[in-house]
């Protein structure tokens, strides 16, 4: 029906404005983070590219993920250390009410506490629990191998920082497709 063309095309706007200003706010922080030593120019763009666009598809994919429940959401491991459902709490509602006050319990601003946080999580679901250092009694992730979690196909963004006011407005942004839903 038309009704459902246009809210199909307005859906499709959003998620693509959304992912857009993502990409934007995560390159502008790789580029602002000192201990990068990026320069703003083009062939610095055009280097940073794919590592920002493969960053955007872990988000995605671990919002789908959580979403769906096929993380394990609720264990308190997972929530405290590693969920973007936690973010979405501690991090993106403060952040959108308060800005950067909202980031003084992560060290400020500047600080990288969040973006440790989120290797931390790409790494879990990379390699599985165990070899992060949980006991499977305690704390069990499966890996989920995959090639834009690969720390070896990807070592900028190992190596890299992103301080915790672009993450924060990153995960807002991204937070913010209509198709997600995180509460």
């Known amino acids: 029906s038309g009704a459902f063309d246009h809210y199909a095309a307005g859906l499709q706007a959003d998620i693509g404005k959304n992912a857009f200003e993502a990409l934007r706010i995560l390159s502008d922080g790789l580029l602002s983070h000192p ?25 995605l994919f671990v919002l789908f993920a959580e979403d769906r429940e096929i993380f ?6 997972y929530r405290d250390r590693y969920s973007l459902r936690w973010w979405r709490t ?3 509602l403060p952040f959108e009410r308060e800005s950067s006050q909202a ?11 969040i973006w440790k946080r989120c290797q931390d999580l790409f790494h879990l679901i ?36 992103i301080s915790n006011e672009f993450m924060a407005e990153a995960i807002a942004g991204e937070a913010g497709i209509p198709m997600i839903r995180l509460d």
């Open 126 to 161: 990379m390699t599985g629990s165990e070899l992060q250092g949980h006991r499977a009694s305690e704390f069990s992730f499966r890996s989920y191998y995959g090639t834009i979690f690969d720390p070896e196909l990807h070592p900028d963004l190992e190596n890299w920082e």
């Open 90 to 92: 501690h991090v993106t």
């Open 72 to 77: 394990p959401v609720e264990h308190p491991t």
């Open 35 to 59: 201990a990068n030593r990026l320069r703003r120019d083009l062939s610095t763009l055009e280097k940073i590219r794919p590592e920002v666009f493969i960053l955007l598809y872990r988000f």
């Open 103 to 113: 980031l003084s319990d992560f060290g400020g601003k500047k600080d990288t506490r």
